[in-house]
């Protein structure tokens, strides 16, 4: 599961039934970084907090100057006072201390900052202290690397139905798949630790670092080299508003029952610390909120933020609308979605009207005649048992010479989405189908999701196909790409073809199948299957060959009460060998492609890169691995992947250690971007670090991105098919930048509806038992990766029932050791030294506090 801060909170869930708990207050708005700059109250005219924003003018004149700085604003979830933008040379983040210095920025917004002096740039403290200077988020790992699954739309009460994203690795979650990975064997000498699941746990931790050099006596950063020092800025701009400044939280009265105020406004305070308290108006809270406030204590409202003056702490809100009880599924939901500006509303009546009014729709004739009918070849769609929207289907035919002709063949979706349309417009602005754990909020109308331009087995639909004649082994002969009709055979689930890929001699039978076309027999599927495999297999193993890079994370899915739609179970989803046939196939299609329209339209070719590590958080890794005695080649994605996949042994946990030095390795990687090529002058920034290869596009997945129906019609065009692009260079880089932003938006409300999900089936269910590995050390607390569930928890020392506890370094590894409070039947005090990959057992519980272990859950274990 991602390992992202969390959505869901105690205070959200709220307590156990009949106990009533005192609900934390939102976090102050003074913070360590602001108390030397804020200004005292004083009578009269009150002074400003904030400085004023620079013009346009001069911000443009400092940038090109050099003297400011322009970056996207990324605040830590876990210490809401530090926020960070990038540095230009890729180096270590700019520090930006407080939220006087953050200047009213918020998460997401892209800001320009001006360097403080030197003197006040902040001193780089030897590790283990709990200070992290710097911060990464899941989000930031691009789905290239992490096989991420994003699921389709899916039936009531289901929450699997993913499909394949491509150079995502894998992404089918169907619950008949899965497998708990749950081990059955206790570590001797272990603990029991119980953790909360209300935050999670690696959302500022930096790995150890090797401080072998560092001054400790030197505090002055004017007497420090600039090595031990982090630039710290203030915001002078913000240049682009990217968040949304909506989000969920809680009303309640002022604290200052005699000022002007009271009588006038309630104050908000957003789940999210990152975003401000809010004043709002008592004339929109609920009738009876004044008299009754606490009957509005569990509440969830929507804020949005519509103005911050220079001379207030505080923000001023509009209240949105009630969502419901904290901690109920829907009215999370619903917030998590309006947080993130996923727009959930209904398609206007303008944009039904795009659609084909007379149903059911035939394709017409003169359509028929412009495109290649495949409708008589075997080809057939490999999905999860409960995908709607098929918009990618496969063929094999042997040919006489003993080589094969391979199609890909996508759902033309870009023939219904007319360009300049209403219909179009909408799909722009929206960019992606957002997948949440119980449903899919698409991006098209549904008649085209899962009517129209759905795959359908036994219907007519058009396509766009990529075609290769190819050897056995998978060497490309020839390759075709054009418009074309097809008729599928039969919907197989990826268990069917796995079923058929692990039993290649079996002679299945009807029933065994979904219902297939009386011009295909079984057997004959059968063996397009298989020849597809062994394909795939060559395809797959010649591509890590050539350098490409892989980085699997455990991915939880759940099965979900069909009434109620509350979670059931989760398990650990399996990745299997009809995934990565299908798999290697989209990446080959999309590779093809986007050398396709980038010969075509070298200028406005809509491609994919993916820029490699940051180069600061790579080498702190480096050094890391170096402290542990791991060898691990960074050298090249290729080498980094062949390092990952032979550095562990044969033992029943060589795959753990896989998995959290996996977590460890996606922390310096960066997002993938689409991008426009003319914009671009050095064609040496198009390259794909994940997949090692020159140019890449997205092009298979057109019912749920809208930047695969650009790429389709730049295809289109390419081949003299449909008119050229009615859109310049900056116009397709604007789309491209927007395209980016929601899928950041959308990959977050997945991880986010996930979280909730996963809090909400722990205080059903919990707590829930499982042995978990270590991952990161720090002075006062330590990072496990728990095993049965794949999430990521950070546990702190001083809420655990010890005596005692040392941070220390052996060498350079560093290591905690923890001396535990006797209990009635172990009178002895026990020690216990956690390092990397130690292995413990916890127990997770929806305990009050953020990411708490709960004493009263811990149980001894034996010492060894």
Known sequence: ?????????????????????????????????????????MRGRKKNVFEAYMSREDVAAGLKRGELIQGALRINPK???????????????????????????????????????????????????????????????????????????????????????????FDDNDAENGQESSQNGLADGIKKLAVDTSEKGRSDHSSPLSVDQFPPAVNDPKLLPEKFLQRTAKVVCILEKKHSRAATGFIKLLADKNSELFRKCAMFSPVDHRVPRAYVSLAECPPDFMIQPENYSSTLFICRIVDWREDSNFAFGQMAKSLGQAGEIEPETEGILMEYGVDFSDFSQDVLECL????????????????????????????????RDLDDALSCKELPDGNFEVGVHIADVSYFVVEGTALDHVASGRATSVY?????????????????????????????SVMWRMTPEGKILDEWFGRTVICSCVQLSYDH??????????????????????????????????????????????RFVDGALRLDQLKLSFTLDKESGMPQGCYIYQYRDSNKLVEEFMLLANMAVAHQIYRSFPQLALLRRHPPPQTKMLNDLVEFCDQMGLVIDFSSAGALHKSLNEVFGADSYAEARKEVLTSMFSRPMQMALYFCAGTLADESLFHHYALNVPLYTHFTSPIRRFADILVHRLLSASLGAGRPLGRRKEAIQKQAEHCNDRKMASKRVQELSADLFFAVFVRECGPLESEAMVMGILSEAFDVLVLRFGVQKRIYCNALPLTGFRFQ???????????????????????????????????????????????????PGRQG
Request: include cysteine.
């Open 1 to 41: 599961m991602n390992n992202s801060d969390c959505r869901i909170n105690p205070k959200k869930l709220g307590p156990p039934r009949g106990i009533k708990t005192k609900r934390e207050p939102h976090a102050a708005a003074s913070t360590p970084g602001d108390r030397k700059n804020r200004s005292k109250p």
């Open 79 to 169: 210490k809401y006072h530090e926020a960070f933008i990038p540095s230009p040379d890729g180096i270590r983040d700019i520090f930006i201390d407080g939220m006087v210095a953050r200047n009213r920025a918020l998460n997401g917004d892209i800001v320009v900052v001006k360097l403080l002096p030197k003197e006040q740039w902040k001193v780089i403290k030897p590790d283990g202290n709990d200070k992290e200077t710097e911060v990464t988020h899941e989000s930031d790992v691009p789905e290239e690397l992490l096989g991420t699954c994003l699921p389709r739309d899916s039936v009531k009460g289901d929450a699997d139905s993913p499909d394949v994203i491509i150079e995502a690795q």
């Open 436 to 464: 949440l754990v119980q449903k899919v909020i698409p991006m098209l109308p549904r008649l085209l999701c899962e009517e129209l331009c759905s795959l359908n087995p036994m219907k007519d639909r058009l396509t766009f």
């Open 356 to 387: 084909p009014q007379s149903l059911p729709w035939t394709i017409p004739p003169a359509e028929l005649a412009n495109r290649r009918d495949l409708r008589k070849e075997c080809i057939f769609t490999i999905d999860p048992s409960t995908a």
């Open 809 to 859: 370094k052996v060498g350079k590894k560093p290591e905690l050791t923890l001396t535990w409070e006797p209990e009635s039947q172990e009178p002895e005090v026990t020690s216990q030294t956690i390092t990397i990959f130690t292995l413990v057992e916890v127990a997770l519980t929806p305990d009050s506090g953020p990411l708490r272990c709960s004493p009263r859950t811990l149980r």
């Open 497 to 542: 073809a796995q079923s058929m890929i692990e039993n290649p001699r079996k002679v299945f039978e009807t029933e065994e199948l979904p219902p297939i076309s009386p011009q295909h027999p079984i057997d004959e599927i059968h063996q397009a299957v298989l020849n597809l495999h062994r394909i795939a297999t060559h395809l797959r193993k010649q």
